[in-house]
């Protein structure tokens, strides 16, 4: 690990005062720890360098759950068992819950937060491995593309063809979460469909929007009668702990048997939590009989153009939207 500088504020303006700073490759840039699950791995292997970590944990009022009548806000450092445990997003947000106890071990979500969750790094293995200098690290080739590709992205993949290993990420964007930010300029708001990015817009060498002084505060998830039907369904390769091969987060609406509305969202099959609205309009107005939960899953999977070793996610990621609708849906 190479040698840094530790800080320790206790506000938020002080945090991101100590982010400013140059250079601006994301990898070599001061940044923000939260429990340290992801960035502390990434600095050990040397494919993080920070000259600086900005500790998040002394600074007030960043850990709270706050539920009522316009919906769910979680504090950036709301750590992932606090959430999985929460009553009132098991009741209210059952999706949220499923997939924070989805993630790792409890050792893992015992420490792990919310806000390091959404920012934490991908797990491609040529992207980690510290001799390779891959396209995510400023290099010119993505080794994915043509190697060792099962376990990356399906769907909106190249030039990089990482997969975002978030769990919570699916289940949020199909509620319509939106993300507070302070950075130096101020605050802003970003609905989370807007805040991680594909390796074709901005910086490839980052999955989000974020700048290197901006530190997410909270998360707030709106009210709406979709939350209380939603689920979260992951496949991973080994039980005891794993990130998502394929999953999917779906909410839904009914009339009666009807749907009225529904959100579906793909995790571990492409660089961004992949939303399907197409199949979300065809469900609109029809029964969750079998052959419609067919139909939908298919074409969630139609923009789908796997790499040599990944074809079978789409059939994987088929059952788990098909699966998730019928789940979401109580038939
Ligand atoms: C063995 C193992 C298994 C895992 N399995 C899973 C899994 O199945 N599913 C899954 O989703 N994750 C998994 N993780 C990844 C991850 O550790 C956890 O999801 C955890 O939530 C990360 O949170 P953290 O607080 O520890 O983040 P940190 O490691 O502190 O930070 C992660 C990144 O986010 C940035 N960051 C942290 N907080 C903020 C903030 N407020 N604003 C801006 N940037 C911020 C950091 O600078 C860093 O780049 C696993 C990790 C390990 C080690």
Redesign the pocket.
């Given at each position: 690990m190479k040698a840094f500088e530790w800080t320790n504020p206790t506000t938020v303006n002080e945090a991101v005062k100590m982010l400013v700073a140059s250079p601006g490759d994301i990898d070599e840039a001061p940044?923000?720890?939260?429990?340290?699950?992801?960035?502390?791995?990434?600095m050990k292997d040397y494919t993080?360098r920070p000259t600086r970590l900005v500790n998040?944990k002394n600074i007030r009022g960043?850990n709270k759950i706050t539920l009522n009548a316009r919906g769910l806000t979680i504090g950036?450092?709301v750590t992932?068992t606090e959430l999985e445990e929460h009553a009132g997003v098991r009741k209210s947000f059952p999706g949220l819950a499923e997939a924070a106890n989805?993630?790792?071990?409890p050792q893992?979500?015992n420490?792990?937060?919310?806000?390091?969750?959404?920012?934490?790094?991908p797990r491609c293995w040529y992207f980690r491995l510290e001799e390779v200098i891959c396209l995510k690290k400023g290099g010119s080739e993505c080794y994915a593309a043509s190697g060792e590709n099962k376990y990356n992205a399906i769907i909106g993949g190249g030039p990089s063809y990482i997969v975002h290993?978030?769990?919570?990420a699916p289940v949020l964007l199909a509620l319509g979460a939106t993300v507070t930010?302070m950075g130096a300029t101020g605050k802003r708001v970003i609905p989370l469909d807007k805040f991680f990015t594909l390796p074709t817009e901005g910086d490839i060498r980052r999955e989000n929007v974020?700048k290197n002084e901006?530190?997410?505060?909270e998360i707030h998830v709106p009210a709406s009668p979709l939350a209380a039907r939603s689920t979260y369904l992951k496949f991973?390769e080994r039980e005891s702990?794993?990130?998502?091969i394929a999953s999917a987060a779906v909410a839904v609406r009914l009339a009666g048997r009807m749907v009225q509305d529904a959100r579906i969202v793909l995790g571990g099959v492409a660089p961004v939590p992949w939303r399907v609205p197409a199949a979300e309009k065809f469900l609109v107005g029809k029964e969750l009989k079998p052959d419609v939960l067919a139909e939908a899953a298919k074409i969630a999977l139609a923009d789908a153009q796997p790499l040599e070793k990944n074809a079978y996610k789409v059939p994987l990621a088929q059952t788990l939207v098909r699966r998730a609708l019928a789940k979401a849906g109580g038939v």
């Open positions: 940044r923000p720890l939260a429990g340290g699950q992801d960035l502390l791995t990434t993080s998040l960043l950036t450092l992932l989805s993630i790792a071990t893992i979500r420490l792990g937060t919310v806000g390091g969750n959404l920012c934490q790094r290993p978030s769990d919570l930010v974020l901006e530190i997410i505060t991973k702990l794993d990130f998502a």
